[in-house]
């Protein structure tokens, strides 16, 4: 199309203020704004304006009748996105991957006693930092660590507990550690670094020095808190005689670190935790582990092995302890740091403890969680739920859904959906136990007119969105990560795609 036409075209277009006094757009001001509106109006003539000069309207070739039709659908397409500009961008969505702590999708669930105490703390003041005894000013980190000290006394220790060896292994633990609380591992490695190794030497495994999420390089938050790295052994073995001929009088701190999202495996050697714990006291030198997923469940008990635990470390005689409070500890993003009282004194007087401390909405979800394990009411903490799910638990669930589907097509109705049944893996996610599996009872789709690609992208786009995994040209759902009030918004969405 020639310049000369198309410019008769753009000449069809109203403009901001004549739409703005026209009655129905009236009606959207006077219920959302006069600017959200023009912003609105704005937005989508612009939009049309392109699409004139690329030669197609939402993929029809240009002509006057396909003008004339995007004008007469200028309101619907004005209210569509107002709505849109409106409406949150952080939205619920229901998790079908199987995949537990999934980074892109939150990680952790929020137990439901976390979400309660969450309102109850936001809905009006708190004693956040108030003693209510003294009637002077507290610290708001012992509404957390009121409760560690708890989960490590005597007093909770039974053959109850957990039903794990992990924690019956604390009836030992000493009084005198503490705990704090920052915004997320990262910050909690970084404080931990800086409050205990600042221009001295931290030996580490080069076997150690990973990448997570984000392009984060654990020797880069090393510099940041201006310690020194000082790397010891191979990528795949180090013995715990390269640590100790690395120490010098420059030596701060041992570090030991979780190997994140991957396992090496073969021709490999690292010292156990014992020998790193008595080289440690030998030395009087602390030592520190970033533990990342931060487990305070015994993983043992569902069948993984390999995934450290926090207060196995502690019980071994770690001194510092670094996690996640949004991983296998199922509570909100945290960064927590457990361990002796004195080292953590320092890294609460450090000024970048300030700089990386949490609001009181974070304690009330870490506290009402922390409670859950207190409790021993560990179906509570969503992530221990998924995790202890049964593969017959999951196919119970898999069965009854389909059941639903196919009831409400009809008997008699031809359907381009096809649903079947098939067993899988479920995964942790967020850099816990990598190779670790839970087998699990998979619901599988694929369509007759639809690619998998296209019939994962309906799903994504229904409202809830749900987000699947697609493998072998099949849409696999996996209801481990389906909390049981989101079935039937399932087999809904499943049922529109028939």
Do not use: W
């Amino acid at each position: 199309m020639s310049t000369k036409n198309k410019s008769a075209l753009f000449q069809k277009l109203p403009s901001t203020d004549e739409l703005l006094r026209q009655p129905n757009i009236q009606e959207l001001i006077e219920r959302d704004g006069h600017a959200p509106v023009a912003e609105s109006i704005r937005a989508v003539v612009a939009r049309l304006r392109e699409e004139i000069a690329n030669g197609h309207i939402a993929g029809v070739e240009l002509s006057e009748k396909s003008v004339d039709l995007a004008v007469g659908g200028l309101f619907d397409a004005i209210e569509r996105e107002l709505r849109r500009s409106l409406s949150s961008s952080l939205r619920l969505v229901i998790n079908a991957t199987g995949v537990i702590l999934h980074t892109n999708l939150g990680r952790a669930p929020l137990a439901e006693t976390a979400l309660d105490h969450v309102r109850e703390v936001a809905n009006g003041y708190s004693n956040l930092e108030f003693d209510l005894e003294t009637g002077e000013r507290g610290k708001r980190d012992v509404h957390v660590d009121r409760l560690f000290r708890k989960l490590l006394s005597d007093s909770l220790v039974s053959s109850e507990t957990l039903a794990t060896k992990s924690l019956a292994s604390i009836t030992n633990a000493p009084p005198s550690r503490s705990t704090i609380v920052v915004n997320n591992n990262a910050a909690a490695v970084l404080l931990a670094l800086n409050s205990l190794a600042e221009g001295g030497e931290v030996i580490v495994s080069r076997g150690e020095l990973v990448e997570i999420g984000g392009s984060f390089r654990v020797p880069d938050v090393m510099q940041k808190s201006n310690a020194l790295l000082r790397e010891v052994g191979t990528t795949n073995r180090t013995r715990i005689g390269d640590y100790e001929r690395a120490i010098t009088d420059r030596t701060r701190l041992l570090l030991r670190v979780h190997r994140s999202n991957f396992e090496i495996t073969g021709f490999t050697e690292q010292p156990s935790l014992e020998e790193l714990v008595a080289l440690a006291r030998r030395r009087n030198i602390p030592l520190m582990e970033d533990l990342g997923s931060g487990a305070l469940f015994d993983l043992r008990s569902v069948g993984i092995s390999g995934e450290p635990g926090v207060i196995d470390s502690l019980r071994a005689g770690v001194d510092i302890v670094t996690y996640s409070g949004d991983k296998l500890l199922g509570g909100p993003q945290a960064g927590l740091i457990s361990g002796r009282a004195d080292l953590v004194a320092r890294m609460r007087s450090n000024s970048l403890f300030r700089a990386l401390r949490v609001d009181k909405l974070t304690y009330a979800a870490l506290e009402a969680t922390l409670l859950a394990y207190v409790k021993r009411d560990h179906d509570a903490v969503p992530v221990l739920r998924m995790v202890r799910l049964s593969k017959d638990q999951i196919a119970h669930r898999a069965e009854a859904l389909v059941s639903k589907v196919e009831s409400s097509v009809g008997a008699g109705r031809p359907s381009r959906l096809k649903l079947e049944l098939c067993d899988g893996e479920s995964v942790l996610g967020g850099g816990a136990a990598p190779s670790a599996v839970l087998p699990t009872r998979l619901i599988a789709l694929s369509h007759g007119e639809l690619s998998a690609d296209r019939l994962n992208a309906h799903l994504r786009t229904s409202t809830p969105p749900i987000v699947a995994r697609v493998e072998d040209a099949r849409v696999l759902l996996d209801l481990r990560t389906v909390f049981p009030d989101q079935d039937d918004v399932l087999a809904g969405a499943i049922v529109s795609l028939c």
